[in-house]
């Protein structure tokens, strides 16, 4: 049964008024910090690490393993080491992106971050307009939000090609092997990955990074946004997350969106994270293998990048996990929650819309009342996923409980 507006609120009330605990010792101070959802990427996780520590930024990675336990382990190691901040999310089976960067922008906002950023395992922040040095990373964003006064920050794509590589040797980092990209005008690179003002966005409402979230950053109106640090009256075009022109002044997203065509194969079978249909269209790989512009990493970026793993790699070595950390039953029971409602409130919408669909159009009554049940499905779809993610803030004390009383009351 679709939850009432009721249980949902009682939901909510109990997970942020009673069971929200203020965090005193904030694992971030004032920071600039990029956060990723990462499912079987144990290949590419130290170079997407090491790259990103060495330009400034703290890290946060939601755990969404589906099978390779080995993803786990060396996020666990990593965390241990100091390196990131991993949260559990591998009970998380059905559109996990969604509940993994609302749980990454909590945890930030309760522990004093500046500003966060979302990326993928295949994407890596590239600053342009000064030398790629260690901080100038965390710099360059802190100094784009100074200088537009804007809340969000979006960084066009620069996508990859295969370049005909075999991808069978995954010892060479990424960012080496391949070089060949899409001319700046191809449409793919018109999209954008997006940071926020943790405070600017809190400000807005305590629902607005729920209500509008997008994988691309939140659906404000282009005044809330800077394009590459430049504050403009035209920023998207055609649809939300594409802009109306590519740039790359400041800084950019080389996006490695395929790799080789043997990777990108392992990466059709693992699915996607930010919807239910997991599968890519056929001719996904030939569409994107655009390989017109040399784009190698300058040399010394690319020496400092094997620096840092070695250093990874070295400390990674004396530490002292040496067990895959188990799935609690707490996170079980929100990943079952989460997917069992995500899964009726879909099939509810498909029907209403087919329903839609037959309804004579000079019956203005009929379609009102299908239009109307069709927004509350929506909105109660967002009611729900924003009443999962809160476990994370305090490992789930009392969830399990909350979530059985009030599924008992329906």
Request: with cysteine; net charge neutral.
């Amino acid at each position: 049964m679709l939850l009432s507006r009721k249980a949902f609120w009682s939901l909510h009330k109990v997970y942020f008024n009673k069971v929200y605990l203020p965090v005193t010792q904030p694992h971030f101070p004032r920071v600039v910090v990029v956060g990723a959802i990462m499912r079987d990427e144990t290949d590419y996780i130290v170079e997407w690490v090491a790259w990103h520590r060495y330009l400034g930024f703290e890290l946060m990675i939601a755990d969404n393993c589906s099978s390779d336990e080995r993803q786990t382990a060396l996020l666990a190691r990593l965390e241990q080491a100091g390196f990131i901040r991993r949260l559990e999310l591998r009970a998380f089976t059905m559109q996990p992106q969604f509940p993994a960067y609302i749980a990454m922008y909590d945890l930030a906002r309760c522990e004093g971050v500046s500003y966060i950023g979302f990326i993928d395992a295949d994407e890596f922040f590239e600053p342009l307009s000064a030398e790629i040095e260690p901080d100038s990373g965390r710099r360059l964003v802190v100094e784009a939000f100074k200088t537009s006064e804007k809340t969000l920050v979006g960084y066009n794509w620069m996508c990859f090609g295969s370049g005909g590589e075999s991808g069978k040797d995954l010892s060479i980092p990424v960012m080496r092997r391949f070089n060949f990209a899409a001319p700046q005008d191809c449409d793919y690179n018109r999209h954008i990955k997006s940071f926020m003002d943790v405070d600017k966005v809190a400000r807005l409402s305590d629902d607005a990074i729920v209500e509008k979230y997008h994988p691309h950053g939140l659906q404000l109106n282009d005044e809330f946004y800077s394009h590459d640090g430049i504050a403009g009256d035209r920023l998207f075009y055609g649809q939300f997350g594409m802009t109306h022109e590519v740039r790359w002044n400041t800084a950019r997203i080389r996006h490695y969106i395929i790799k080789s065509k043997f990777e990108f194969e392992t990466k059709r079978r693992r699915g996607r994270a930010d919807t239910v249909d997991k599968s890519h269209e056929e001719n996904y790989f030939s569409a994107r293998d655009r390989n017109e512009v040399y784009a190698p990493l300058c040399p010394s970026a690319s020496a400092a990048l094997e620096d840092e793993i070695a250093k990874i790699k070295e400390k990674l070595a004396l530490t002292t996990q040496t067990t895959v950390p188990d799935v609690d039953p707490v996170s079980i029971a929100a990943g079952r929650f989460y997917a069992q409602r995500i899964k009726e409130l879909i099939a509810k919408e498909l029907i209403a819309k087919e329903l839609n669909a037959i309804v004579h159009e000079r019956d203005t009554i009929k379609r009102r009342r299908f239009q109307d049940l069709l927004k509350e499905i929506r909105r109660a779809t967002r009611n729900t996923r924003r009443t999962i993610f809160p476990w994370l803030r305090n490992r789930g004390k009392n969830m399990v409980v909350a979530v059985a009383d009030t599924s008992n009351q329906e």
